[in-house]
């Protein structure tokens, strides 16, 4: 990682002779200016210009998850998104997921649940549970496979995946619960 003052241009995705765009993203609550060609998916941004290769690249066609990132809160495919499309917005990846030296509760349940073999596609699918656990929209195991369909797990850690996520959801709803008194 670069050791510029957030102010400087921190990445450049190589191009020769290509007219560039300077954006600027909130990743991980830093915010970072970058200069992009017009066509760099916030994928190779990510990866190539800010050295967070937590991300995964699988498949670059929308069709795996593996690239899944939070943009407002929203979970996407980052390979299919132009990072000139996501100027100024925030952006949270794998790695700002824990909060200081704790992991979050999605991470432990993963971990509590084994929910991983090869671990290739677990960044991606953390960053969509939780995506989905925003949405709230999550009553039954259904629904999570449902909104998960869009992550792929080639070692087949499916029903860990789901419990692992359940077990979340119920932590979510009772800190909710207990902060509002309910």
Request: aromatic residues 4%.
């Amino acid at each position: 990682m670069n050791n510029k003052s957030d102010s400087e241009i921190v990445g450049e995705v190589p191009v020769s002779g290509t007219a560039r765009s300077s954006i600027t993203l909130k990743v991980n609550g830093a915010e970072k200016r970058l200069e992009v060609a017009p066509w760099t998916t916030l994928l190779d941004a990510l990866r190539e210009c800010l050295d967070l290769t937590g991300t995964k690249k699988g498949c670059d066609h929308g069709q795996c998850g593996a690239c899944t990132v939070l943009v407002e809160g929203r979970r996407i495919n980052s390979c299919l998104t132009l990072a000139i499309m996501k100027d100024g917005a925030e952006v949270v990846t794998i790695e700002g997921v824990a909060k200081r030296d704790a992991i979050h509760p999605l991470q432990q349940a993963f971990i509590d649940h084994d929910a991983f073999q090869c671990g290739y596609c677990t960044p991606g699918q953390i960053c969509s549970a939780l995506g989905l656990m925003n949405e709230d929209r999550v009553k039954t195991a259904d629904d999570i496979r449902e909104l998960m369909s869009g992550n792929i797990c080639r070692c087949g850690a499916y029903p860990n995946i789901v419990a692992a996520i359940q077990q979340a959801v119920q932590w979510s709803k009772w800190e909710t619960q207990r902060a509002t008194g309910e």
